[in-house]
């Protein structure tokens, strides 16, 4: 064999290098899509619109021939990296009282495909059923979601607008939390839907759901599984007054001013509220965020409240 010159066996080290560099590219190269919940929009067939949330319209779909809800975003609601980044950890909750997240497809417009509820939002459902349901089926409402709660506090996990809007009802009184998560991300826009209107105030880039949000996190702008609490006192309410909005004799600006200077909703009397319902709505609203139970203590008392 002729012995290589020094320049020549260089020459062929760095082409080895190089192709190896390229071959190794190839093997790794990012195929398609970041997240494996990613998926093609095309995949997806829309059918009727179910309703309108803060978020965008959402649409009953077929995907994989499943019925599903698909759930569209309204442009500039949040930015689409940062969703995905939550749809990541939405992906892993998995509880028989929470809403699976089963895809995301982030081309704007953004969707997120989730199991279809046939009864929709829970507060429609009660707001048609004034005087039609038992205090003992309020109860299994509120202990059922006290339940998804409940998980979603053992994984450290916060849900930020947690109220009868964002509760769906599915087939033989089974009720599941949505929706969790997706506070965190959305943006104030200056085309907020009307109902986003209704519901939410703006404070500095973020939006907030004024009569469901605990007023320490409103103060500092920072949320814990704490004011969930809080908003889940409020969700009682809905519960027990078939849907009425909170504080309905009050402006805005006064909640923003009674609340946290311990003003307290009363025990509603048209339609009658039980007293340990009340008890439980009157925890939730403890000043001292220390105070207020968990929601494990929450689907235990629930449990023990007769109906
Ligand atoms: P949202 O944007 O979550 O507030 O949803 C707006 C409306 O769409 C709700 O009030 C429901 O009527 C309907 N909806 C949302 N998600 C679902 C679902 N998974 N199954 C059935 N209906 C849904």
């Known amino acids: 064999?002729?012995?290589?010159?020094?320049?020549?066996?260089?020459?062929?080290?760095?082409?080895?290098?190089?192709?190896?560099?390229?071959?190794?590219?190839?093997?790794?190269?990012?195929?398609?899509?970041?997240?494996?919940?990613?998926?093609?929009?095309?995949?997806?067939?829309?059918?009727?619109?179910?309703?309108?949330?803060?978020?965008?319209?959402?649409?009953?779909?077929?995907?994989?021939?499943?019925?599903?809800?698909?759930?569209?975003?309204?442009?500039?609601?949040?930015?689409?990296?940062?969703?995905?980044?939550?749809?990541?950890?939405?992906?892993?909750?998995?509880?028989?009282?929470?809403?699976?997240?089963?895809?995301?497809?982030?081309?704007?417009?953004?969707?997120?495909?989730?199991?279809?509820?046939?009864?929709?939002?829970?507060?429609?459902?009660?707001?048609?059923?004034?005087?039609?349901?038992?205090?003992?089926?309020?109860?299994?409402?509120?202990?059922?979601?006290?339940?998804?709660?409940?998980?979603?506090?053992?994984?450290?996990?916060?849900?930020?607008?947690?109220?009868?809007?964002?509760?769906?009802?599915?087939?033989?009184?089974?009720?599941?939390?949505?929706?969790?998560?997706l506070a965190r991300v959305l943006q104030a826009t200056p085309m907020l839907s009307n109902q986003t209107k209704m519901y939410y105030i703006s404070v500095g880039k973020a939006i907030f759901p004024l009569r469901w949000t605990a007023p320490e996190a409103i103060a500092n702008e920072r949320f814990t599984i704490k004011c969930d609490v809080w908003s889940f006192g409020i969700l009682l309410y809905e519960i027990m007054t078939f849907g009425e909005i909170p504080y309905p004799n009050m402006t805005d600006s006064q909640v923003k001013q009674m609340v946290p200077n311990g003003y307290r909703m009363p025990c509603p009397v048209d339609p009658y509220c039980s007293k340990d319902m009340y008890k439980i709505m009157l925890d939730c609203w403890k000043e001292n965020k220390y105070d207020r139970p968990t929601f494990k203590a929450l689907k235990m008392r629930l449990r023990d409240v007769s109906g």
């Not at 506090?153 to 109220?163: F, Q």
């Open 1 to 181: 064999m002729m012995p290589m010159s020094g320049e020549l066996s260089l020459v062929l080290t760095l082409g080895v290098m190089v192709g190896m560099a390229i071959l190794l590219g190839f093997l790794f190269r990012p195929t398609g899509s970041a997240d494996p919940c990613e998926m093609n929009c095309r995949a997806i067939k829309l059918g009727k619109k179910l309703g309108e949330g803060s978020f965008g319209v959402v649409y009953q779909g077929l995907y994989n021939n499943t019925p599903v809800a698909v759930k569209t975003l309204r442009r500039g609601t949040m930015d689409p990296r940062d969703f995905l980044k939550e749809a990541q950890i939405m992906k892993t909750m998995e509880h028989p009282n929470l809403i699976r997240l089963l895809a995301v497809c982030t081309e704007e417009p953004i969707y997120i495909i989730t199991e279809l509820m046939k009864n929709g939002s829970l507060l429609d459902y009660l707001k048609v059923r004034v005087g039609r349901l038992r205090l003992y089926d309020q109860i299994e409402m509120a202990a059922q979601v006290a339940s998804g709660m409940a998980y979603l506090e053992m994984k450290n996990y916060i849900h930020r607008d947690l109220a009868a809007r964002n509760v769906l009802v599915g087939e033989n009184n089974v009720y599941k939390v949505a929706d969790f998560g």
